[in-house]
């Protein structure tokens, strides 16, 4: 089991930067894959950035070059930094653990992240 607590959402203007975070209960180096989605309203969720199992990274294309995701082993958090951020990237992002390739998943409560035109 792992709680997840995501923070560093809020209001930016477009072409601004943030940086989210998202501290894990436990220690993150085994886990299976820990993602970045997010939803907007009246949207799915979909998947924004991920580490894989293999240890490599995914992006969804929307966000390609302009996000990264990172992690912190010693911390026990994931981060991912947002630059260049446009209207469209307006959601709520939620911060996501699957711990083993048939194991259970968690998410965190989510934090808004707001950008401006």
């Known amino acids: 089991q792992v709680q997840l607590v995501e923070s560093g959402g809020g209001l930016v203007q477009a072409g601004g930067s943030l940086r989210l975070s998202c501290a894990a209960s436990?220690?993150?180096?085994?886990?299976?894959?820990m993602s970045w989605y997010r939803q907007a309203p009246g949207k799915q969720r979909e998947l924004v950035a991920a580490?894989?199992?293999?240890?490599?990274?995914n992006y969804a294309d929307s966000v390609k070059g302009r996000f990264t995701i990172s992690r912190d082993n010693a911390k026990n958090t994931v981060y991912l930094q947002m630059n260049t951020l446009k209207p469209e990237d307006t959601a709520v992002y939620y911060c996501?653990?699957?711990?083993?390739?048939?194991?259970?998943?968690?998410w965190g409560q989510g934090t808004q992240v707001t950008v401006s035109s």
């Open positions: 580490f894989t199992s293999g240890g490599s990274t």
């Open positions: 996501h653990a699957k711990l083993a390739i048939l194991g259970p998943t968690y």
């Open positions: 436990r220690s993150i180096f085994n886990i299976n894959t």
